[in-house]
């Protein structure tokens, strides 16, 4: 990761997989950083895995040594901070409480902003004096590779900060996009959740197995997402034979307002993923590290391939 923006300085707020993240975005864009984690044990993990993240990504592994880590906002010098991004644990309880503190302890020239993956900062924010300088910066995970980062707007947010915190993402080699409005799941999610449905919805009525929609999406439109997106890649193909398809397969699209049950079944045997050793498929220890080792080699490959050109024109 490059940076072109001046060094500036900034509080990340939870130490977990999301905050450790964002800490090693703006570290590696040459910014200090306070990164304020409540928990002991994560605490002291933290600075090697902060090194060992950074190098992964091909940043110096030394710019850990400019993330300070401490137990609480009280123990964060506030002298130039210029930003604060929440990573809270996704409870909005939660953080509407590191709000409320922020607001109280955070002078009132720091732009004030969560990473929430689908709480609206408008909700966060509520009742607040302060929401003008309130905004979503929502980072996909994990957050020092995906390149794309959501600005969000509520009816409140000053958008001159939005526009700073836009040309600071860019700064820091991100490519935001900017909402002018804070609905639920912003726009990335949205559109993740549209395709997430009907992909369960496959599974669960028997049409595809968990690998074979996987393999769907990921050597078909997924193949070329990575260079172009769905608007752009139907500019090359055609509006009018994707719209003949619409017209067909619309009214057959899974449309319930429940996840799947497939997706329910798994968690009522608390089988998450990874974390517990399995969901639609068994992970051990050693099948765990093959595949974050593969995931994230990859993940370099697509954002060398985007740095060398193929990042979407205009037309002249």
């Given amino acids: 990761m490059t940076t072109n923006h001046p060094a500036g300085k900034a509080v990340v707020i939870g130490g977990g997989t999301m905050g450790s993240g964002v800490a090693m975005v703006f570290a590696a864009g040459g910014w200090s950083v306070q990164l304020v984690e409540s928990v002991a044990a994560l605490r002291t993990t933290l600075p090697e ?36 991004s929440e990573s809270a644990t996704e409870d909005l309880a939660i953080k509407r409480r590191v709000f409320t503190e922020l607001e109280r302890v955070a002078p009132a020239t720091v732009i004030l902003t969560s990473n929430s993956s689908s709480y609206p900062i408008s909700e966060i924010a509520e009742g607040l ?4 300088r ?12 995906v390149p794309i980062v959501e600005v969000i707007c509520s009816g409140h947010s000053d958008p001159a900060l939005a526009d700073r915190l836009v040309e600071i993402l860019r700064g820091l080699g991100k490519r935001p996009v900017r909402l002018n409005r804070d609905l639920p799941g912003f726009l990335v999610n949205r559109i993740q959740a549209a395709l997430m449905r009907e992909a369960l919805d496959l599974v669960d ?9 996987d393999a769907a ?10 260079v172009c997106g769905p608007i752009l890649q139907k500019e090359h193909s055609g509006w009018e034979i994707s719209t003949q398809l619409y017209r067909r397969v619309f009214p057959t699209l ?17 089988r998450f993923g990874m974390k ?3 969901g ?8 765990i590290a093959r595949e974050r080792e593969r995931y994230e080699n990859g993940l370099r490959q697509v954002v060398e391939l985007m740095n060398n050109g193929t990042n979407r024109t205009k037309p002249e």
């Fill in 205 to 213: 009525r028997g049409v595809a197995t968990a690998e074979d929609v």
């Fill in 134 to 145: 309130m905004l979503g910066m929502h980072f996909l995970m994990p957050a020092q590779f």
């Fill in 276 to 278: 517990t050793g399995g």
């Fill in 280 to 287: 639609f498929m068994d992970w051990n220890a050693a099948a």
């Fill in 254 to 270: 899974c449309n319930t307002a429940a996840p799947a049950p497939v997706l329910e079944a798994l968690l009522a045997r608390k």
């Fill in 129 to 132: 004096a302060t929401q003008q």
């Fill in 49 to 84: 895995r902060l090194r060992e993240g950074l190098t992964r990504t091909g940043a110096d592994g030394a710019r850990a040594e400019h993330i300070a880590v401490m137990a609480a906002l009280s123990d964060v010098n506030w002298d130039g901070v210029e930003l604060v």
């Fill in 217 to 226: 999406v990921q050597y078909g439109f997924g193949f070329r997402y990575a």
